[in-house]
């Protein structure tokens, strides 16, 4: 008789197995959201296929195409996604189809229609989708889907590959970030500040080769501040004296010490909101909650009552504690000292945000345990992002018009590259034709009379280039694989950090240049 299955662990899942490399990024909740997601594509040239790739194969939920074209020659022979056997066919459909085929995992749609069709006759099929898309459309439906996602609140991402340029710009109403991954992250260990727990094993542990280097620090900045209990090493002579002490300390090569002197630079800071989170803290939207209000904006304001009432001005312990050589008992108990209090923490700020959903007469199951101790512990790096409107950009000026100018100013700035895709787009619109498909020298010309008349109305001076001019006709409007398959990578990256709710999104437009390998972000 043979013996039963044992079920896989989660750890050791087909799925984990799969997806174990982005989840060591944005972790299982990252996973999930992504998973639960629905990604529209307006579009399906070489630059939509490749942003689709690369959500397709991490595993986004679904994927819609609206095209309402069929493929051509020219599609074949920029588009890797398509080939000779789809010539003819429903461009929508065939790039679905293959598209699937690197995940079956994946759930593929395609709507044979025009985008301004389904604007003026279908405006709400946009709502069901966590993020729009859209690649190569004229500016007047750039206007209208702009209008019309921003009523939505769904976030646009509006890109496109002419040639050896290519843009991304990202539009979001509001964009809350809980975990942003800053590169170089405070340490928030409350040495300079112990709650009692910590402060009472800190000073009852000798100082020994065996204990982690944040009980040495402690005990000779004891020492180092003498009374004045509120003297903590900001300056480099002050952190310099505390080293030293340290050092004369070591009787052999003893590596906690050796960690200890290190850490002096970073370990007596953190706890406090900074001026990023306080902007948070005193947003309107966190005074002001409604039953509208978002998860994010009632979890701000519970934070805020436990730094008023509990906290008394200090943020929840995070609880991570980072690596340090010591005996593992040591090191274990100071853990646990650590993940208690932020347990003991996050468990006020919880009971708060139930407080909250009550008042507000919101289910209490909206906000777990789980979704307070994650936001206790990315608190002092929360970030909100408030976007600008796409048609707003192109029909009332509102770009930064000294940024542009003084952008304009530096050698060999990107910014030139918005403003003759401003121009290609407007050209489109006014000739019905992409420039240069037929007459590069005359249409260098009009390029050229429409990127100065952009110029003037938006109050700069800055003379615009011949030779870009030039360069934006000779293209065409032909896109190029390798150059949209960068893009397309980037853009991608954006449509997941807007899905997990993780890293910093661009803010708000990037700018490539294959001419000479560079990129730029420019908020406009």
């Known amino acids: 008789m043979s013996s039963p299955a044992i079920p896989k662990s989660p750890e050791l899942s087909d799925k984990n197995k799969k997806y174990d490399r982005q989840i060591r990024l944005w972790g299982e909740r990252g996973q999930t959201l992504l998973e639960g997601a629905q990604v529209c594509l307006i579009n399906v040239n070489a630059l939509g296929t490749e942003v689709l790739k690369g959500i397709v194969l991490p595993g986004v939920g679904g994927f819609t195409i609206v095209d309402a074209g069929i493929v051509t020659d020219e599609d074949i022979g920029c588009n890797f996604f398509l080939d000779q056997s789809s010539l003819g066919l429903s461009r929508a459909k065939a790039a679905m189809q293959l598209l699937q085929e690197l995940n ?19 405006p709400d099929f946009f709502r069901a989708f966590s993020v729009v898309v859209a690649s190569s459309i004229k500016e007047t439906t750039i206007i209208a889907l702009s209008e019309k ?41 409350r040495l300079h500040h112990p709650f009692p727990s910590l402060k009472e094993h800190l000073e009852s542990s000798d100082i020994s080769f065996k204990v982690p280097w944040l009980c040495v620090l402690y005990k000779y900045w004891l020492k180092w ?37 290190v850490a002096v630079n970073s370990s007596f800071a953190g706890g406090r909101p900074t001026d990023n989170l306080q902007k948070i803290l005193d947003d309107e939207s966190c005074n002001n909650l409604t039953k509208q209000s978002k998860l994010f904006w009632i979890l701000v304001r519970s934070l805020k009552d436990f730094l008023n009432a509990d906290g008394d001005g200090w943020l929840p312990v995070p609880g991570v504690l980072p690596d340090m050589t010591a005996e593992t008992a040591h090191y274990i108990n100071l853990q646990n ?29 909206l906000i777990t345990e789980s979704d307070v101790k994650l936001f206790c512990r990315e608190a002092a790096t929360i970030s909100l992002i408030r976007g600008t409107k796409i048609a707003d950009e192109y029909e009332k000026c509102t770009q930064n018009t000294h940024s542009i100018a003084s952008e304009l100013e530096m ?48 109050g700069v001076t800055h003379p615009f280039s011949d030779e870009l001019a030039h360069e934006i006709c000779r293209y065409g409007g032909t896109e190029i694989h390798s150059v949209s398959a960068f893009m397309g990578g980037c853009v991608a990256q954006e449509v997941i950090k807007m899905i997990t709710q993780q890293y910093q999104p661009v ?18």
């Not at 003498?226 to 070591?250: A, C, F, H, R, V």
């Not at 990107?414 to 407007?426: G, H, P, S, T």
Request: glycine letters at 4%; proline letters at 3%.
């Open 507 to 524: 803010n708000n437009t990037l700018i490539y240049s294959a001419i000479t390998s560079s990129t730029a972000t420019f908020q406009m």
């Open 225 to 261: 501040r003498g009374n004045d209990e509120t003297k903590i090493p900001k300056t480099y002579k002050e952190k310099l004296e505390l080293k030293k002490l340290i050092q004369s300390g070591m009787t052999k090569d003893e590596e906690n010490y050796e960690e200890a002197v």
């Open 337 to 365: 000292i650590y993940r208690s209090q932020a347990n003991h923490d996050a468990s006020l700020v919880y009971h708060r945000a139930q407080n909250h959903l009550k008042t507000l007469n919101l289910s209490s199951d």
């Open 411 to 458: 050698p060999n700035s990107l910014m030139e590259y918005y403003v003759v895709l401003r121009a290609f787009d407007r050209f489109q619109s006014e000739h019905g034709g992409v420039p240069g498909e037929c007459h590069i020298e005359a249409d260098t010309a009009r390029i050229k009379s429409i990127a100065n008349k952009l110029l003037s109305d938006w």
């Open 149 to 189: 996602l921003w009523e939505l609140e769904v976030p646009f991402i509006f890109c496109r590959s002419v040639g050896f340029i290519s843009t991304a710009r990202l539009q979001v109403k509001e964009h809350c970030v809980v975990e942003s991954h800053p590169d170089n992250k405070q340490k928030d260990l």
């Open 104 to 122: 079956p995992d994946v759930r593929g749609d395609y709507v044979d229609e025009s985008v301004e069709y389904l604007l003026q006759n279908n």
